[in-house]
């Protein structure tokens, strides 16, 4: 169980032991009348004189290894949203054109940092959008780059700007597959079939039977990332792959919200998002994995901003707006889960070290304060709606 004000523990000592006993969570002393403790001396690193704490996690600065981050004013708008908390973000690349090619990448790289706020050191890892045509030299030349760290696969209309992906992976880009194995880059998958006969709810399921398990025995050195899942088939693949060579991304959305969030108390288009929320089993079982300690589960909250007007539509566009919250939410779900020893590896860890690339150095802190998230970012081209806006979160992180 995990300590919080409600619990109340025999002694200070046991106290005192559970808190140093998590690793990551340290105290400050700070008047708080839900809990009191004896006053007392305790033997330790530290001397505690209190009546109360408060509780505060400090991990390594976590990375988002599945962002977008737009461009023009909508980039220059959500990415200190990012940069405040997350010290790298693989960034995806449909935009419109789509990133088809290293040079490509490299200018969208220096918009996207030029659009930072001073000081910031995030650090962008961009993609290649693959399609048909994509050749083997041009992965030659994004690992040269130095900048291009992973290849994104977008089936054919299966999201937003993905009306340039792939149609046929296995007769038109087997080339390009074998030159990532070459450079060790990544292929990212949007794991969905986009055959309209299939169901909505469907698709990841029918995607990993008849393109991921094909794919990972035919090419089983290429290195996998299957993002955003959302079903409990999408575990088991996942589990039952080489570890190191096959992992997933978890968003906050899919941890947290099964498919009625999308029609309670009415359509609820700020919780529309690609591939849709799904059936509560589901939930509970990337909850499962991902609080299970396992090293091919890591984050990517899929932050994906469209202006209001695009969601609030007889049109509206996939997406959930989740950067200013992602942590908050994650902290939830493994505090829930009574795991907050193991929320540092899947936030901080497991990322960098599938994509081969050194941890952070530096810290972040969480501290358990309730925050409201605000009810929308305005802007001068609009207004953004965040996940759960107007709610109250228990998480707070600070990036001191």
């Given at each position: 169980m995990l300590f919080s004000p409600k619990r109340r523990c025999s002694n200070s000592k046991d106290a005192l032991?559970?808190?140093?006993?998590?690793?990551?969570?340290?105290?400050?002393?700070?008047?708080?009348?839900?809990?009191?403790?004896?006053?007392?001396?305790?033997?330790?690193?530290?001397?505690?004189?209190?009546?109360?704490t408060k509780m505060e996690l400090t991990i390594t600065r976590p990375d988002d290894w599945h962002l977008h981050l737009r461009d023009g004013g909508l980039l220059e708008a959500v990415i200190p949203?990012?940069?405040?908390?997350f010290g790298r973000g693989i960034v995806m690349p449909n935009l419109k054109p789509p990133i088809r090619t290293t040079a490509a990448a490299v200018a969208y790289r220096e918009s996207i940092l030029k659009a930072l706020p001073s000081g910031s050191d995030f650090t962008p890892l961009m993609t290649l959008y693959l399609t048909d045509t994509t050749t083997p030299n041009e992965i030659k030349l994004a690992r040269k780059s130095g900048v291009v760290f992973a290849v994104k696969l977008y089936p054919a209309g299966a999201t937003t700007n993905s009306q340039d992906?792939?149609?046929?992976?296995?007769?038109?880009?087997?080339?390009?597959?074998?030159?990532?194995?070459?450079?060790?880059?990544?292929?990212?998958?949007?794991?969905?079939?986009?055959?309209?006969?299939?169901?909505?709810?469907?698709?990841?399921?029918?995607?990993?039977?008849?393109v991921l398990i094909p794919l990972v025995q035919r090419l089983p050195k290429l290195k996998v990332?299957?993002?955003?899942?959302?079903t409990m088939d999408a575990v088991r693949f996942v589990q039952s792959c080489k570890e190191g060579f096959v992992a997933a991304t978890v968003t906050p959305q899919h941890l947290l919200l099964n498919r009625n969030a999308i029609f309670q108390g009415g359509l609820q288009p700020h919780n529309y998002c690609l591939p849709i929320l799904k059936r509560e089993i589901h939930r509970q079982a990337i909850v499962s994995a991902v609080t299970s300690g396992s090293k091919q589960f890591f984050l990517g909250t899929d932050s994906a901003p469209h202006e209001r007007q695009n969601k609030e539509c007889a049109c509206g566009c996939a997406g959930i707006f989740n950067a200013p919250v992602a942590l908050s939410l994650y902290a939830k779900v493994f505090e829930e889960a009574g795991v907050l020893d193991k929320l540092e590896a899947f936030t901080s860890f497991n990322g960098p070290d599938f994509y081969s690339l050194p941890r952070n150095t530096s810290k972040i802190k969480l501290k358990k304060t309730p925050w409201k998230v605000p009810e929308t970012f305005s802007y001068s081209f609009g207004d953004i709606i965040p996940m759960f806006a107007?709610?109250?979160?228990?998480?707070?992180?600070?990036?001191d």
């Open positions: 032991h559970y808190l140093l006993g998590i690793g990551m969570i340290t105290t400050s002393v700070k008047p708080c009348k839900a809990l009191k403790f004896p006053s007392a001396k305790f033997e330790g690193p530290k001397q505690l004189r209190h009546k109360g949203h990012s940069a405040s908390y992906g792939v149609t046929d992976l296995f007769g038109k880009c087997l080339p390009v597959l074998e030159e990532m194995i070459e450079q060790n880059m990544p292929l990212l998958v949007h794991g969905e079939a986009t055959n309209p006969e299939i169901d909505v709810f469907d698709r990841e399921k029918v995607f990993i039977d008849t990332v299957m993002e955003h899942i959302t107007g709610k109250t979160l228990e998480w707070q992180p600070s990036s």
